[in-house]
């Protein structure tokens, strides 16, 4: 049975657009309203001519009609039973109920669980403010964490519940790219290696993930990679679960290279290790970021 929503899709009057068009088409607030009607109106769900007009905020009908035919075929489709938002429609209207554009949410010097990883001193302050989630350390201002986060992750959330979406929405973006998925625009991602663009991290050499398609980059560490790999989880299960407990930004491995070993170059190889417990968990990447070997020994006698 074919999908409905394809056959719109799948409009022959969709012509590919330049950028600058397709933003103009948004230029008004009428038009940004009938796309917000559409898609409280359910997804795939269409709604009549008639429904339509009586639920925009307009009384000249000639006007509704002119802006909403600027906004089909690219960003509303038109059937026999009413209107429905395209792709292109919907992830505006996603944008626009996130916040992204139109949203100054921020909260200030708030307590963050965990400690720091530099001075081991359990009194983190947060604050988001202008989009980006900072952590700072009260004891020795060490800067912890200063990464972008979506307004719509502290809307209505108070500062513990935001912390906690957050470390969801890290740990999900990150493991889609691994994958292979851009997080934004589901575009294939291409893994590599970055020096940090800041001199503020404690870390010499970042694992990025590069979408080819609308060009985010997500960062990642490779300490972080490892610390979420199955098999490392397990180890940490086994012999220090205390460890899984902690927030990744309270974790060394995870924030800083101290645990982390440039084996080689040709072919690249970077090794990080965990202690638990007597024994050592070491973790190889190669230039992909795959893991290429993973071993548990008896930790040396030092």
């Known amino acids: 049975m074919t ?50 007009y009586d639920r925009v905020d307009v009384s000249d009908t ?29 992830r505006v209207a996603r944008a626009v109920n996130a916040g992204i554009y139109t949203e100054n949410t921020e909260m200030e ?8 990883y530099d001075c081991g001193a359990a009194d983190l302050r947060g604050e988001y403010v202008g989009g980006r989630f900072r952590i700072d350390c009260r004891d020795c201002d060490n800067r912890v964490l200063n990464v972008g986060v979506p307004p719509s992750a502290a809307r209505g ?6 912390v906690d979406t957050y470390e969801v929405w890290a740990r999900t973006r990150t493991e889609q790219a691994k994958r292979g998925v ?22 010499d050499l970042q694992a990025v993930f590069d979408c080819t398609v609308c060009d985010r980059r997500t960062v990642s560490y490779f300490g972080m990679l490892a610390l979420w790999h199955e098999d490392v989880e397990a ?19 995870a924030m800083t290279d101290r645990h982390a070993t440039l084996v080689s170059e040709e072919p690249f190889r970077y090794r990080v290790t965990f202690r638990a417990d007597g024994d050592v968990c070491a973790v190889a990447f ?12 008896a930790a040396a006698d030092e």
């Open 157 to 162: 959330r108070d500062p513990a519940e935001f």
């Open 182 to 203: 851009c997080p934004v625009c589901t575009g294939p991602m291409e893994p590599g290696l970055s020096e940090p663009i800041r001199d503020t991290l404690d870390i």
């Open 109 to 116: 010097d708030f307590d963050v669980r965990g400690s720091c």
């Open 286 to 297: 190669d230039d992909t970021l795959d893991v290429v070997e993973l071993s548990v020994e």
């Open 235 to 253: 180890f940490l299960r086994e012999r220090d679960p205390s460890l899984l407990e902690r927030p990744y930004w309270a974790v060394e491995q």
């Open 3 to 52: 999908d409905r929503r394809e056959e719109f899709d799948a409009h022959p009057e969709a012509e590919k657009l330049d950028a600058a068009d397709a933003f103009s088409l948004l230029g008004d607030s009428l038009r940004l309203d009938i796309i917000r009607v559409l898609w409280e109106a359910g997804r795939g769900n269409a709604v009549p001519f008639s429904d339509l």
């Open 62 to 90: 000639g006007k509704f009609n002119y802006h909403r035919q600027q906004l089909v075929p690219h960003y509303v489709r038109k059937s026999e039973d009413g209107y429905r938002l395209t792709q292109a429609g919907e």
